[in-house]
């Protein structure tokens, strides 16, 4: 809303076993229709590994909905495995 004052959002993120807060999110993607934000961080320059998050919006929050990740950085496309699934509405 433009009369809202600005707010700073801070991510639940995943990073090498250890779940952390950040305000920073990378390849992040928003679609307009759905109000899904998603961002995917990789863990090299090749891009095999590292995390896929899904982010639906709830009013001024987004709700981290899924978390896929790939650990294992050895030059191939996948698997990603599901680290977190919450299909309920709350914030995270």
Partial sequence: MPSSPVELLTFR???HGVWKTSPY???VTYDDQSAVLTSLHRDDSIG???TWTVWPA???DFIMQRLDAKTECDGREGPYRT???YLENRPS
């Fill in 25 to 27: 999110l990378f390849n």
């Fill in 13 to 15: 993120q995943w990073d």
């Fill in 48 to 50: 095999d590994c590292g």
């Fill in 58 to 60: 709830s009013g001024a």
């Fill in 83 to 85: 680290l977190y699934l």
